[in-house]
């Protein structure tokens, strides 16, 4: 390829890679190879067996009809329902698929306001857990197993004589919720049980969010963004562009922003690559505690009054400068500026930032209040609830709340403080960590089978529905809420419809509401008004002084909520687990993060195990060096470590760091110690997988080079030369697709939308490691520039592109691989015979191999999990990326059975529906008003190795920067 | 006395052995695919029992009754569906309520409990054959299920191989009638390639024979 383009140097992908060109990837097999005679006997063998599996008759089968058919139901075509997720008590709305009763699929829904049809990748893989066959599936009484009826039973005997001392010694510890329904049952419990006390945890609190509020505004509140507005935005670690939930709308609204010509800007502040950080113009890494420092340092250079915090901390002068520009073009932006921070960063930052904003008149950001039922719920409430715990105060403990014998520091020691609880009930999907010392353990209904409502992340209430009857005998909270006042024969959904139909006045119209309500998910309207709070300066700026101006020399540990696990409650989802972290592309484990300067002066290698000690017994882990990463800090996920034997798939995995958090400092701390111990760990990561060999395919360009980009572009795209003469194909449809660099912030939800639609197995540690994972999509990561310690980043979802004239298709001996009168590359699994010489004549590298069959060991519940309308691939054929061609063959059914062609926008793919920034776009190349004929016109197309002559029908539009002249 | 074999015998038994070596070569190889393709392996013409003694000669032979009544989901869904309990007592609520023959019936309807029916038409499950473009493209019941007025058991008329789907794919004129026959079990046309040939062009027929329109 003639590139490298203007501005772009050698792409690498690690710091190996970087030090040393890559080396032509080899396949890792066995040790001692097996010698010939026993190929040739092994391949007779299969051969012989092949044939006589042809031979067999098919098997009888059943067919087994309705008694009474539903009348909504038409077996063989699926049904889709509005419902929610809540994740630390904040719904996003969802669309789910179910196929014959049971659910398959879980969308975005594009109705719901807070979201727009945007999800990230935990909702989307909330359906594995589901049919999660070591999901807790009885009730159980210190490890015996008893009946829902026994415990109603024992907490209507409980319930007399708490009500006789009025509640004393009743403490509840929720999960955080917004819920209207949870709301009025917790009033209706305080007006039984008076002295009852609830309180909210989670290891990823917002209580530094409200703090800070409180300190600005002097009343609690949360920000709203709306980045369509953005002209330039500056992230003091707020990580808004990766696919956690919440962040669906800011991507929609930054990715429209980053459009060229007239683009918004990013600055990022942060210690670890953040996604955010990786799509940053201009990214300043500092360590952990300097970031809030940066932050009042940019306050006292943007607001007159606090100009004494301009030169109160100590920075480089590089840093200083960055502060500089960044300010003035913050204020050059005026009201599409913004400055965000995120939760772990302390109050008086939060409070700063709403100086800033205000300041700036900004009207990307607005206040909003809270949602949730409690402002705290962070280790301090922790803290207080185990001291009362401890003392023998609480005579009866109720729990929702995830974990927290796992996840609470370890300072709280709260497993120590569960024994001292005469009667604990403990609600959960597993039987993990506090289970096993939780006395009653009831087991949770999965928000999939469950009844319930929510407050969206911007405040509008949604409704969660069922699709399909609790496979165990799981619970919902409301109803184990309503056991404690003798009403534990309600079901969820009775009282949920009674407490809204409370709330609507007009008398007999409910049923029509109600309906209304459930079909769309959401009532409307009813979003959390923005509000524009005094700012009290005088309260901010003597919060700010009372930050040391230095902080302690020394080593920082850097804890982050895990992008995949989160706070560990998705460890035992193998399609989180595998999934590589969209930075890192580290799959089934956490390891410390660390810069290439730090790892050299600690003396440590990628791979290397240390020990991290901080105030505490030691936590193992493996070194991962990570380029971008500050200097002196380590970085660690937490969500792994875990140590319940009911959950085998993340039962040792990683290293847990409750012993590194405090509650003092949860998040960042100094003093940590690493000590290597001389042992290596094996890392599953898949950064290095799929050698590209070299070839710049992910192009990148600033804003002021984009025309000479685009002359040079010009080169790689349009017919190439060919001695064949190419197929016509401008009769019918023709499939393709277009995948805008500049849009794409790299968050990995495609990955999983993906492997949910086309039953994509997961294939486990051993097997990503020997680099055979199935993933039909990968984000492929590249770092730009010669400098490992701030690279550039640049990232490309990649897929089978179908090429016209497809180098595997000319190499199957069997003819597996074909094209389609529309051009699609079709895999015929039954045709294939497992020569893999298409996968190595693909120039992509997106075919996989069924090395094993990984799916024929799975259990009736996990098999629920399947798309009907896919093939499930056995053991020994090559799979790819199909275009989601069961979408296009039964939206092609159904617009010929309407007798009409099909419409542009009605065949979306997996990956285009998940994408929450619209990044992918498919639709048909013969009609060129369609959206990606449109978008792949642009002068920012390319193809992908496009000097190879294989024209691929996937178009990529080049990633384009905004970078600050000043800075440049 | 001559020799009993002539000089030439050894060249001709040579020639016999290398012919019987190709000869059971080819049949190792043909003998198979002979086999996958009789009835006897595609199970054709193998009347499948049923727990309940349904006679499809009585239903629609005798009382006319049409197929989409019971089958109702085979113009919106890609199975035609074997009809829910509830159907059978549309009637047999009414008739024959008593008989010994319908118990089962009765039975799956108030105990709720589905009859269990055994497949007749069985097709792999890398098949995604969908019935409801076939009946709106104009093909119809019995070109694929056969005479079913006539099968006391309901039997698989035709073998549903690979092979006999493309024969229509490939020149579907050969089979198509009017959208208003299609349930019919006695339609025949004068000249039906004509009528297909019309018919192609007028229900925009484009069958297709990428691998994926049927296989996913």
Redesign the interface.
């Known amino acids: 390829m003639k590139l490298p383009l203007a501005g772009q140097s050698r792409p690498w992908r690690s710091v190996e890679e970087l030090q040393s060109p890559p080396a032509p990837s080899r396949e890792l097999g066995p040790a001692e190879p097996p010698s010939r005679r026993e190929v040739l006997q092994l391949l007779g063998a299969s051969a012989a067996l092949a044939?006589m599996g042809?031979?067999l008759?098919?098997p009888?089968?059943?067919?087994?009809?309705?008694?009474?058919?539903p009348p909504e139901v038409?077996?063989?075509?699926p049904l889709h329902y509005a419902t929610c997720s809540t994740l630390d008590g904040r719904a996003t709305g969802l669309l789910v698929t179910a196929s014959e009763g049971r659910p398959t699929k879980v969308e975005g829904s594009p109705e719901h306001p807070s979201s727009k049809g945007g999800i990230g990748v935990l909702e989307q893989a909330q359906l594995l857990s589901l049919y999660d066959p070591q999901r807790l599936k009885v009730v159980q009484y210190k490890s015996e197993l008893r009946s829902w009826r026994d415990f109603l039973a024992t907490m209507i005997a409980k319930s007399r004589v708490l009500r006789d001392r009025r509640g004393e010694g009743l403490r509840f510890l929720m999960e955080p919720s917004s819920s209207p329904l949870i709301a009025h049952l917790r009033q209706r419990l305080l007006e039984v049980y008076p002295r009852a006390r609830f309180s909210s945890w989670s290891a990823i609190p917002l209580q530094q969010i409200h703090d800070g509020a409180q300190l600005a505004f002097g009343s609690a509140y949360e920000t709203r963004i709306d980045l369509s507005r953005a002209q330039a935005v500056a992230s003091l670690d707020a990580d808004f562009l990766s696919a956690m939930p919440g962040n669906a709308r800011p991507m929609k609204d930054w990715a429209a922003r980053r459009v060229p010509p007239n683009m918004a800007r990013l600055y990022a502040v942060e210690a670890h690559l953040s996604v955010t950080g990786m799509n940053a113009d201009h990214r300043l890494r500092l360590k952990p505690s300097q970031v809030h420092r940066f932050g009042l340092a940019l306050l006292g250079r943007l607001v007159p009054r606090h100009a004494a915090l301009a030169k109160r901390f100590s920075f480089s002068a590089e840093e200083l400068r960055f502060a500089d520009v960044l300010a003035r073009d913050l204020q050059r932006a005026g009201a599409g500026a913004a400055v965000l921070v995120g939760a772990r960063q302390p109050p008086v930052l939060h409070a700063a930032m709403h100086a800033i904003n205000a300041a700036l008149g900004s009207s990307v950001v607005s206040q909003a209040k809270p949602v949730l039922h409690e402002m705290d719920a962070g280790p301090r409430a922790l803290r207080v609830l185990a001291e009362e715990m401890r003392r023998g105060a609480v005579d009866t403990l109720i729990m929702t709340a995830y974990n927290p014998v796992y996840g609470a520091t370890s300072d709280i020691n709260f497993a120590m403080a569960l024994s001292q609880v005469n009667t604990s009930v403990y609600r959960t999907l597993y039987a993990d960590e506090t289970a096993e010392r939780a006395g009653w353990v009831l087991p949770a209904a999965h928000p999939l089978e469950s009844w319930g409502d929510a407050r969206a992340h911007d405040g509008t209430i949604s409704f969660q529905q069922p699709l399909i009857a609790p496979l165990y005998a799981g619970v919902s909270e409301a109803e184990m809420l309503a056991a404690l006042f003798g009403e534990g024969d309600r079901t969820a959904y009775t009282q949920l419809r009674e407490f809204w139909q409370a709330r609507v006045p007009e008398l007999g119209r409910f049923d029509l509401t109600w309906e209304k309500w459930i079909a769309d998910g959401f009532i409307p309207g009813t979003a959390v008004k923005a509000e524009s709070p005094a700012v009290n300066h005088d309260a901010v700026l003597a919060e700010a002084m009372k930050v040391p101006p230095a902080e302690k020399p020394g080593l920082e540990i850097n804890v982050v909520a895990d992008t995949k696990v989160l706070d560990g409650r998705f460890g035992n989802n193998g399609w989180l687990q595998e999934l590589p972290d969209p930075v890192t592309k580290l799959t089934w484990e956490n390891a410390a993060l660390l810069s290439p300067a730090t790892a050299a002066e600690l003396g440590v290698e990628q791979g290397d195990l240390v020990d991290l000690t901080l105030r505490g017994p030691p936590a193992r882990a493996p070194v991962v060096i990570a380029p971008g990463h500050a200097d002196g800090a380590v970085t660690v996920a937490i969500g792994y470590g875990r140590r319940s034997d009911a959950e085998t798939l993340c039962k040792g995995i990683g290293f847990d760091t409750s012993t590194l958090r405090h509650s003092d400092l949860p998040w960042f701390a100094p003093g940590l110690a690493l000590v290597a111990t001389g042992r290596k760990a094996r890392l599953a990561q898949t950064q290095q997988h799929h050698s590209m060999e070299g070839r710049i395919i992910a192009v990148s360009a600033a804003l002021p080079k984009l025309r000479e980009t685009e002359e040079m572009l010009e080169e790689q795209r349009g017919a190439p030369l060919s001695f064949h003469r190419p197929w016509d194909y401008s009769k019918?449809y023709r499939w393709g697709m277009a995948i805008d660099l500049s849009r794409c912030t790299g968050c990995s939800s495609c990955v999983v939308a993906c492997q949910a639609e086309n039953n994509v197995p997961v294939v486990g540690k051993d097997r990503v490691w020997r680099s055979r994972e199935m993933h039909w999509l990968r984000v492929d990561r590249y770092f730009l520039g010669e400098d490992a310690a701030n690279p550039g980043v640049v990232f490309q979802p990649l897929m089978c592109v179908h090429c016209e004239s497809a180098p595997c298709e000319y190499v199957c001996p069997v003819n597996a691989t074909?094209?389609?009168?529309?051009g699609?590359n079709?895999m015929?699994?039954?045709r294939c015979v497992g020569t893999r010489y298409c996968s190595n004549n693909c120039p992509y590298k997106v075919r996989r191999f069924n090395f094993f069959s990984y799916t024929s060991e799975y259990s009736d519940q996990e098999k629920m999990a399947f798309n009907p309308?896919?093939?499930v691939r056995s053991r020994g054929v090559m799979e790819k990326c199909?275009y989601c061609?069961?979408r296009?063959?039964r939206a092609r059914?159904h617009s010929?059975?309407e007798?009409r062609e099909i419409r542009d926008g009605e065949i979306q793919t997996a990956c285009q529906q998940a994408c929450p920034a619209d990044a992918i776009v498919f639709g048909d190349l013969n009609d060129s008003g369609s959206r990606v004929s449109r978008l792949l016109s642009s002068e920012r197309r390319y193809d992908l190795l496009h000097e190879l002559g294989t024209r691929p029908r996937t178009g990529y539009l080049a990633r384009v920067m905004n970078p600050n002249p000043e800075l440049a | 006395m001559s020799a009993l074999f002539k000089p030439g015998a050894n060249t001709s038994f040579r020639v016999t052995l290398v012919v019987l070596a190709l000869l059971l070569g080819g049949g190792l190889v043909a003998g198979p695919m002979i086999y996958v393709r009789s009835p006897y392996f595609t199970q054709q013409q193998d009347p499948v029992d049923q727990p309940v003694q349904f006679d499809h000669r009585h239903h629609v032979g005798d009382e006319g009754i049409d197929c989409r009544y019971c089958h109702s989901l085979v113009e919106k869904a890609p199975n035609a569906g074997v009809p829910p309990t509830s159907v059978c007592l549309n009637c047999h609520e009414q008739i024959w309520n008593k008989s010994p023959k319908l118990a089962p019936v009765r039975e799956s309807y108030f105990a709720d409990r589905p009859i269990v029916w055994n497949k007749v038409n069985k097709l792999p499950h890398f098949v995604y054959f969908n019935h409801s473009i076939h009946l709106k493209q104009g093909v119809g019941c019995v070109t694929c299920h056969g005479r079913i007025d006539e099968m006391a058991l309901v039997e698989k008329a035709q073998p549903l191989t690979m092979g006999w789907c493309l024969e229509c794919h490939r020149n579907p004129e050969r089979f198509l009638r009017p959208r208003e026959e299609i349930t019919s079990m006695t339609f025949r046309p004068r000249d039906q390639l004509a009528l297909g040939r019309a018919l192609k062009d007028q229900y925009h027929v484009h069958t297709r024979v990428s691998c994926t329109t049927c296989h996913r």
Request: aromatic share 4%; net charge negative; charged share 25%.
């Open positions: 044939t042809g031979c008759k098919p009888d089968e059943k067919i087994l009809p309705y008694t009474k058919q038409t077996p063989g075509n019918g074909v094209h389609s009168d529309e699609l079709e015929v699994y039954n309308d896919v093939t199909t061609v069961q296009i063959e059914i010929r059975v007798g």
